[in-house]
């Protein structure tokens, strides 16, 4: 298995744009998570997904970020509008029993 | 508030000698306990977990101690290697009904191993 795979690695954009991660989860894994990680707040939870239906989502910041997981295999965060305190790395996980399993991550820097 | 805390933030330790990695946790709640290390660049990877009804788990090199009076886990590494160097975060989660919740992270502790 190819584990855990996220689009693009890296993202440098303006603020004002919009920005859209993607995350690919491993087959068979029925809960899905994004995660920020920032110097100042460590490793935070964004949001988790359960048989691609959104569980929790206290943790996304505002109403600039949105994550949907149209089917078992594919989920999006997106930020509209981006700013630069949005400057972060993004990670998704994905759960089969009970070990949560990290892609490398995406590299947003807002300008 | 943070609920897990790694006190902390980096450790240097020679080769071949144990590493010692500590953890708080304040929430009573919490029934499983999981060790992640993490690779600049790379997103983090599981090492090792326990269950709260143990007080200690072994996996080769690595062995992670429950103290649940005390509210604190540690991980050993012994004997340590450089390719140990990475940052180390302690996870907890609680069990709702038969399902493990989410996953609450520690800061993290920095380990460098010099040769």
């Known amino acids: 298995d190819a584990g855990v795979i996220q689009s693009p690695r890296h993202e440098v954009t303006e603020m004002g744009q919009e920005v859209t991660l993607r995350c690919k989860p491993i087959s068979g894994h029925n809960s899905l998570f994004w995660y920020r990680q920032t110097m100042m707040r460590g490793l935070e939870l964004l949001i988790y997904?359960?048989?691609?239906?959104?569980?929790?989502d206290s943790g996304m910041p505002e109403d600039r970020f949105s994550a949907k997981m149209p089917n078992a295999s594919f989920s999006t965060l997106k930020i509209q509008p981006s700013e630069p305190r949005d400057s972060a790395v993004y990670f998704c996980a994905s759960r089969g029993f009970e070990t949560q399993y990290f892609g490398p991550g995406t590299r947003l820097l807002v300008l | 508030d943070q609920q897990v805390k790694q006190n902390s933030p980096s450790l240097s330790v020679q080769e071949g000698r144990i590493s010692i990695l500590n953890c708080d946790y304040t929430n009573s709640m919490f029934d499983y306990f999981l060790w992640y290390k993490k690779y600049p660049a790379e997103g983090p990877t599981f090492l090792i977990s326990i269950s709260s009804i143990k007080d200690k788990n072994e996996d080769g090199r690595f062995t992670v101690f429950l103290n649940k009076s005390a509210k604190h886990l540690s991980l050993h590494i012994v004997p340590s290697q450089p390719g140990d160097s990475a940052v180390y975060f302690c996870a907890a989660s609680m069990n709702y009904g038969g399902s493990q919740g989410n996953l609450i992270f520690g800061k993290g502790t920095k380990l460098s191993v010099k040769p």
């Open positions: 997904f359960n048989n691609n239906v959104p569980i929790d």
